[in-house]
């Protein structure tokens, strides 16, 4: 994925793109343009300094689109110069969270919490010597702040989440505070937008006690906000925020979202396989299927679309050999750690698909594997007779 650039390559990039010049190994020259600062964001932003803001625009679009190493790279070439920038190890903490919610797993905890306390020590330090942080160094901590909350939510340590969720919300209405002369740093509305929801999607799950209200919509607004004006999180908010409609059951706008994510991320997996399961839940077979056929054809190894396909098939019965391939090829895929809902369901369809085709032992080895609990009602249901007929 990164590639190494010639010297003529160096020179389009310095002639052309200032702001990235020093970065020449990190970029590959044919996206050079995608990954540069707009001249008009650079001038509505001018209090911030123009390299950090520069790199934080050209990390996040290289991990849309995928990009992890260049990104690395980037952020990388940047702390030679400038060690004690917090936009480094922040985006180090990106890289790699993104990195693991595309696989579903937590292959990358180790470089996480490296990347997290070195950007603990650079907040700390600026907060030692320094009594007013500026706008972009709250946005910032906030943001720190906020993937931290992310990772404790995902390891399933809510009231961490919470707790630490908070202080980043408290740092983006700081940060709005600090714009109200200035051009709006709409980024914020992505930390509030995500706390709110957030906070109150674990409150009805009882996972967390909350003052507050049912934020739900006023998180998705928020999100709104910043998928159309951020800055730097437009493109991650317009995930989110079609993943959350499609949490919502409003698929419409989720795929209207998705349309121009996947047409400039192209390689973004999850994007894609977002967009097929959202076609497949309107009704959409034929165009669901193909379109998560098309994240194999970019990554085929990535089991976790191949889950969703062998789903597909399966509820279609057109092709229980291609079904067999892609859910097992889930299920034995031990490198990563699955979500253990689609493991059983993952399961449950190769039980069931095995006892049509009368191999009652391959039905049998599937069986064992299976949490009930992570199926749905009609599938129990359909679970209870393949089991009554095993003991038959």
Request: glycine share 6%.
């Amino acid at each position: 994925m990164l590639r190494v650039l010639i010297v003529l390559g160096a020179i389009l990039i310095q002639t052309v793109h200032a702001d990235l010049s020093w970065a020449a190994s990190a970029i590959p020259v044919e996206k050079v343009a995608s990954f540069s600062l707009p001249e008009s964001v650079a001038k509505n932003y001018s209090d911030i300094p123009r390299k950090s803001l520069a790199v934080a625009w050209a990390g996040s679009q290289m991990i849309m689109a995928r990009e992890y190493e260049a990104a690395l790279a980037l952020l990388h070439d940047y702390e030679k110069e400038n060690p004690d920038d917090p936009i480094v190890s922040l985006g180090e903490m990106f890289v790699f969270h993104c990195h693991m919610i595309e696989n579903m797993d937590f292959r990358f905890v180790k470089e996480f919490r490296i990347a997290e306390s070195k950007n603990i020590h650079i907040l700390e330090s600026r907060r030692d010597v320094k009594k007013e942080a500026t706008r972009w160094e709250n946005l910032l901590a906030g943001a720190s702040y906020g993937m931290r909350g992310m990772m404790f939510a995902r390891q399933q340590k809510y009231l961490q989440a919470a707790s630490i969720g908070y202080k980043a919300f408290s740092l983006m209405n700081k940060v709005e505070e600090q714009s109200r002369q200035q051009t709006p740093l709409y980024d914020t509305y992505f930390g509030k937008g995500m706390y709110h929801y957030w906070i109150s999607w674990a409150k009805k799950k009882s996972l967390i006690f909350s003052p507050l209200g049912d934020k739900t919509e006023l998180g998705l607004t928020e999100l709104k906000m910043a998928a159309d004006k951020a800055i730097i999180a437009a493109p991650l908010a317009s995930f989110i925020l079609a993943y959350l409609y499609s949490q919502e059951d409003r698929n419409h706008e989720a795929i209207s979202l998705l349309f121009p994510l996947q047409e400039k991320f192209p390689q973004n997996l999850i994007v894609r396989t977002l967009m097929g399961r959202l076609f497949l839940a309107e009704g959409h077979m034929a165009r669901g299927i193909e379109t998560l056929e098309s994240v194999l054809r970019v990554e085929p190894s990535y089991t976790v679309t191949g889950f969703y396909l062998g789903q597909a098939l399966f509820y279609l019965k057109s092709s229980p050999e291609r079904a067999i391939a892609h859910l097992e090829a889930f299920v034995f895929d031990k490198s990563t750690v699955r979500s253990k809902v689609n493991r059983s369901k993952g399961n449950f369809y190769l039980t069931v698909i095995y006892m049509q085709r009368g191999e009652r032992m391959l039905a049998k080895q599937f069986l064992k594997e299976i949490d009930r609990r992570g199926l749905s009602q009609n599938e129990q249901t359909q679970l209870d007779a393949v089991k009554k007929e095993l003991k038959g």
